[in-house]
Nanobody, 124 residues
Framework: QVQLVESGGGSVQAGGSLRLSCAVS????????LAWFRQGAGKEREGVAA????????YYNDFLKGRFAVSQDSAKKTLYLEMNNLKPEDTAMYYC?????????????????WGQGTQVTVSS
């Protein structure tokens, strides 16, 4: 069973930065596509960024406007999300997810494996 464990969330002021980590139990075909999603209170879960672990192709949701960066350390089997210039509207639970390919990278219903999430709170 694939396990995903997020960490790095916390409370910051607007304009601050955070780095989220997702420890992945295996780097196999089952986790070829790793992604970050987020869900704010009363909102639908939305895709933030995705990464193909094999060819390192990266996908970003348009709303980010360059503020976030996703990366991986394959030796550590860890996915990262560097978040800069955080805004109150970035407040959400951030989830790591995995599936076999990155087609339709932000369609949450296609993801097989999910972590428990890490909370990010941005105050104004």
């Amino acid at each position: 069973q694939v396990q995903l464990v997020e960490s790095g969330g916390g409370s910051v002021q607007a304009g601050g930065s955070l780095r989220l980590s997702c420890a992945v139990s295996e780097y196999t075909d089952r986790t070829r596509c790793l992604a970050w999603f987020r869900q704010g209170a009363g909102k639908e879960r939305e895709g933030v960024a995705a990464l193909n672990t094999g060819i390192n192709t990266i996908y970003y949701n348009d709303f980010l406007k360059g503020r976030f960066a996703v990366s991986q350390d394959s030796a550590k089997k860890t996915l990262y999300l560097e978040m800069n210039n955080l805004k109150p509207e970035d407040t959400a639970m951030y989830y790591c997810a995995a599936k076999t390919h990155c087609r339709d990278a932000f369609e949450r219903r296609l993801y097989t494996y999910w972590g428990q999430g890490t909370q990010v709170t941005v105050s104004s």
